[in-house]
């Protein structure tokens, strides 16, 4: 049975309500993405992007583990929005094709802030020959599902780290 390449697109919607005024979630939103502070503590290599293109900002970021490149992605800043606390950014995940854009929300809510994020992931898949729309909908169903769980760990441990430890 042969197996085809096929590009599909994972969409994701994940929030958490913050017990911290809107200012400080927004404030972390700017240095996890727009400092790279997340990507850089974890050993990244991050340069600016010389581009036209990355007009508003952006990035080239790297990681290396035993000589070898394992990660690397071109991150530009698409909306930078300080009145609304709205970031979005696109990423092109060099190595495996993958085009993501997301959005982070830092949002007044009762009690704080609502972290909101918004994620498009285009991304390509095998398919196995005869497989049906059936079959592609049960695989993005479950990369759905897989990347809900991680964003919704992102935001708790955002959460975490803002909360007062009472």
Request: contains cysteine.
């Amino acid at each position: 049975m042969t197996e085809q390449n096929i590009h599909v697109t994972i969409v994701n919607h994940a929030a958490v309500d913050i017990a911290a005024p809107p200012a400080a979630v927004w404030q972390t939103i700017l240095d996890e993405y727009i400092e790279a502070k997340k990507f850089r503590e974890i050993g990244y290599a991050i340069e600016p992007l010389d581009d036209p293109a990355a007009c508003l900002g952006g990035y080239h970021m790297r990681l290396e583990q035993d000589g070898a490149v394992v990660d690397e992605r071109l991150c530009h800043v698409t909306e930078r929005d300080e009145a609304a606390h709205r970031l979005s950014m696109f990423a092109d995940y060099l190595a495996g094709g993958m085009i993501v854009y997301a959005t982070y929300h830092a949002e007044a809510a009762p009690g704080g802030t609502r972290y909101r994020l918004d994620c498009h992931s285009t991304l390509g898949i095998s398919q196995p020959a005869g497989a049906g729309r059936a079959e592609v909908a049960a695989a993005v169903a479950e990369m759905t599902a897989q990347f809900d769980a991680a964003l919704t760990g992102y935001l708790e441990s955002i959460k975490a780290k803002l909360e007062p430890q009472g």
